[in-house]
């Protein structure tokens, strides 16, 4: 493996995933393609340009997918989730069964155990949202009724993850005590994951109260701070529209 500077790694980076992504993009298909493609040449697998274990690149990774979930977020309203929630529940659900089925009947067919053979079955249940994010960007149909379905879907396939991912790590606290797992301790964790979902509904309805006025006031006082950081920051707390603080 090279031994690169950072500003080398990154320029090599920089640009070969904006070419790649270019030729991919006249082609009609998504850019990440090309991208996951140069990842792929310059990593391990095949030039071994690139040492993926290089601990600024994990940390920049990290921030980019933060806020291209982040993004999503900011896209998503609680009325497109009204709009499409019948459709977005069946195709969570489906996609959910199916997914953890399968994986947990792959672990059980390896003989890996209740615990692992779950912990498989979430793993495979467990929706690209990033990725999917990324491609609705790239076409512009991020804002269309698909994109807002496929993203509600992801979303509630995600929470149905957790869920049952907090359970799972419950059962396996329990078990390594020697115990079972208790009725109490489940119902916590999931019980913390309704908590947070309702937290996040309350401030957003707060927020929309009387078509978005107190959104408007913390903007309003916002702007007369004179560090733009903790504009950017508060405008993207308040704010109802991507643009504003992504810019």
């Known amino acids: 493996m090279l031994e690169l500077s950072f500003i080398v790694v990154l320029l090599i980076l920089l640009v070969t995933s904006r070419l790649a992504g270019e030729i991919m993009e006249r082609f009609g298909q998504p850019p990440m393609v090309g991208e996951i493609l140069v990842g792929i040449i310059l990593g391990p697998s095949v030039l071994m340009v690139i040492d993926p274990d290089i601990e600024w690149l994990k940390i920049l990774a990290n921030i980019g997918l933060f806020f291209m979930v982040f993004l999503a977020g900011v896209e998503m309203r609680f009325k497109h989730v009204r709009e499409n929630y019948r459709s977005a529940v069946i195709i969570a659900l ?73 359970i799972v790590i419950s059962m396996a606290k329990q078990a390594s005590t020697g115990k079972p797992a208790s009725f109490a301790s489940i119902a ?30 913390i903007k309003h006082y916002i702007r007369k701070f004179r560090s733009k950081e903790a504009q950017f920051t508060g405008t993207c707390i308040a704010s109802e529209r991507q643009p504003q603080c992504l810019i």
């Open 188 to 217: 916590y964790s999931i019980a913390v994951v309704f908590v947070f979902i309702l937290i996040i509904y309350m401030i957003e309805r707060i927020l929309a109260m009387k078509f978005g006025k107190p959104s408007l006031y």
């Open 94 to 166: 489906s996609s959910f069964i199916l997914s953890f089925g399968s994986g947990f009947l792959l672990g059980t067919a390896f003989q890996w155990g209740i615990t692992a053979s779950l912990i498989t079955g979430l793993v495979f249940s467990l929706s690209a949202l990033p990725i999917a994010v990324r491609i609705f960007m790239d076409f512009n149909k991020l804002d269309t009724r698909v994109g807002r379905l496929t993203i509600v879907s992801a979303v509630i396939d995600d929470i149905l993850a957790m869920i049952f991912l907090s």
